[in-house]
């Protein structure tokens, strides 16, 4: 199994510009969440899904979109792009109990 | 609401000495505790977990945890540390919402002296 797949590692926007992150798992997993995280500031839940076709608001929503058309992929939207959103982005699997197994992380730069 | 309180952003331990991370949380009901650890550019790794049952946890490369109702701790130890684990580790709370949603800690970070 190759768990929790992000890509890419790295990129870097320009300001209004947009882009997906990808994710996928081959866990059969559920539950699957979107995370940025800012130095100093732990883990900040964007959105998160807990089935295909099934998604909802985290903590830190605005700015983002995503969708869940199959249990395997978590597609993170960002439609224009703020120096705001430079950060590191984790996605997440679970199948319950909060369990959450992450994904490498990209690290995007908005400039 | 859950939070998670993790008082100390930098702990400095000598290789081989033992080390205690403190973890607090807020929730009203019992609640379902992590401890996971991120090594430079990586992603987080689970190192243990608790739901019930023992208090005392036991968890991969040696950790374990203690969680303690009365104090709302859920404090990290290792008798003995190694440079390896020089990393950055954080505490999580889940609530039992149906949503397996988490909430972090800011973290701590682990430098190992030699």
């Known amino acids: 199994n190759a768990g929790v797949t992000q890509t890419p590692k790295f990129r870097i926007l320009k300001i209004g510009q947009s882009m997906t ?4 798992q081959d866990m059969n ?68 109990y909060n ?13 | 609401a859950q939070s998670v309180t993790q008082p100390d952003i930098h702990i400095t331990v000598s290789e081989g000495a033992s080390l205690e991370l403190r973890c607090n949380y807020s929730y009203g ?11 430079p550019g990586q992603g987080l ?22 969680f303690k109702r009365s104090q709302s701790s859920f404090n990290l130890r290792k008798p003995s540390v190694h440079w390896s684990d020089a990393a950055e580790y954080f505490c999580a709370v889940g609530a039992d919402s149906g949503y397996s949603t988490l909430t972090f800690g800011k973290g701590t970070m682990l430098l190992v002296s030699p």
Not at chain 1, 21 to 24: D, I, S, T
Not at chain 2, 30 to 39: K, N
Not at chain 2, 45 to 66: H, N
Request: glycine fraction near 12%; charged fraction near 15%; hydrophobic fraction near 35%.
């Open chain 1, 21 to 24: 992150l990808q994710c996928a």
């Open chain 1, 29 to 96: 997993h559920n539950y699957m969440y979107w995370y940025r995280q800012d130095p100093g500031m732990g883990l900040k839940l964007i959105y998160y899904s807990v089935g295909a076709g099934i998604t909802d608001k985290g903590e830190v929503p605005n700015g983002y979109n995503v969708s869940r058309s199959t249990t395997e992929d978590f597609p993170l939207r960002l439609e224009l792009a703020a120096p705001s959103q430079t950060s590191v982005y984790f996605c997440a699997s679970g199948q319950g």
């Open chain 1, 99 to 111: 369990e959450q197994f992450f994904g490498p992380g990209t690290r995007l730069t908005v400039l």
């Open chain 2, 29 to 39: 009901a019992t609640p379902y505790l992590f401890w996971y650890v991120q090594s």
């Open chain 2, 45 to 66: 790794q689970l190192l243990l977990k608790y739901f019930s049952g023992d208090t005392l946890v036991q968890g991969i490369k040696g950790f374990e945890a203690e």
